[in-house]
């Protein structure tokens, strides 16, 4: 069998470990699963990652980056602020519920990071890049539009976050996509609200 460098059999092993943790949970991570998965040996899981902590935690990154990818494509242009922040709502929604957004998949591995304390800095690193880039968004559509944020960028980034955290888990728990419509209007509402604008409830795309 031909030689396949680190750097090219990085991105596949990440894929395989996405694949059967997605079908079969986190639990079923093992490096001998992934390389199963892959049709490579185990020790090919090791030499490219070093540990299973190592490869969950590219797992995490990779995960989280097609997301924020997925959210700055939403952006509109030339749509005023409370419109902006809408459309970045309804596009982080849609992304974080696509079966290829992984979403259920991250939250299962932001569990078992808690309890891991090789992963404890890749479950901060998870949260403040998405709290950074949310916070960005706000601050380049307030600049775009000529609004003048009430509250901290920062501030505004982790309340709106926090709310699609839970709703998030309540769709997992308990769905109900009549109250998680609702839901999410009222915290885009809100969000805005926060942020010195107006906005109705009925204004959030989330189709």
Same mark, same amino acid.
């Given at each position: 069998?031909?030689?396949?460098?680190?750097?090219?059999? %990085?991105? /596949?092993?990440?894929? #395989?470990? $996405?694949?059967?943790?997605?079908?079969?949970?986190?639990?079923?991570?093992? +490096?001998?699963?992934?390389?199963?998965?892959?049709?490579?040996?185990?020790?090919?899981?090791?030499?490219?990652?070093? @540990?299973?902590?190592?490869?969950?935690? #590219?797992?995490?990154?990779?995960?989280?980056?097609?997301? $924020?990818?997925?959210?700055?494509?939403?952006?509109?242009?030339?749509?005023?602020?409370?419109? +902006?922040?809408?459309?970045?709502?309804? #596009?982080?929604? %849609?992304?974080?519920?696509?079966?290829? #957004?992984? /979403?259920?998949?991250? +939250?299962?591995?932001?569990?078992?990071?808690?309890?891991?304390? %090789?992963?404890?800095?890749?479950?901060q690193e998870h949260y403040r890049r998405v709290i950074e880039v949310t916070a960005r968004l706000l601050t380049e559509t307030a600049v775009? @539009?000529?609004?003048?944020?009430?509250?901290?960028?920062? &501030?505004?980034?982790?309340?709106?976050?926090?709310?699609?955290?839970?709703?998030?888990?309540?769709?997992?728990?308990?769905?109900?996509?009549?109250?998680?419509?609702?839901?999410?209007?009222?915290?885009?509402?809100?969000?805005?609200?926060?942020?010195?604008? %107006?906005?109705?409830? &009925?204004?959030?795309?989330?189709?």
């Amino acid at each position: 069998m031909a030689h396949v460098p680190a750097a090219e059999r %990085r991105p /596949q092993l990440i894929k #395989a470990a $996405i694949d059967l943790m997605t079908r079969e949970g986190v639990a079923a991570g093992s +490096t001998r699963a992934i390389a199963a998965e892959l049709g490579v040996a185990q020790a090919t899981v090791h030499y490219t990652f070093g @540990t299973k902590e190592d490869l969950y935690r #590219a797992v995490m990154d990779q995960i989280t980056e097609d997301l $924020i990818a997925q959210v700055e494509r939403a952006a509109p242009e030339g749509a005023g602020f409370e419109e +902006t922040i809408a459309a970045l709502a309804g #596009a982080l929604w %849609r992304a974080m519920h696509e079966p290829a #957004a992984h /979403q259920q998949l991250l +939250t299962e591995l932001t569990m078992f990071a808690l309890r891991t304390p %090789r992963l404890s800095e890749a479950r901060q690193e998870h949260y403040r890049r998405v709290i950074e880039v949310t916070a960005r968004l706000l601050t380049e559509t307030a600049v775009r @539009t000529g609004h003048e944020l009430a509250q901290p960028a920062d &501030t505004i980034a982790r309340f709106v976050l926090s709310g699609f955290d839970g709703l998030t888990m309540q769709r997992i728990c308990l769905p109900d996509e009549a109250a998680e419509r609702v839901g999410l209007q009222a915290l885009v509402s809100a969000t805005v609200a926060l942020a010195g604008g %107006r906005l109705e409830l &009925t204004d959030v795309p989330v189709e």
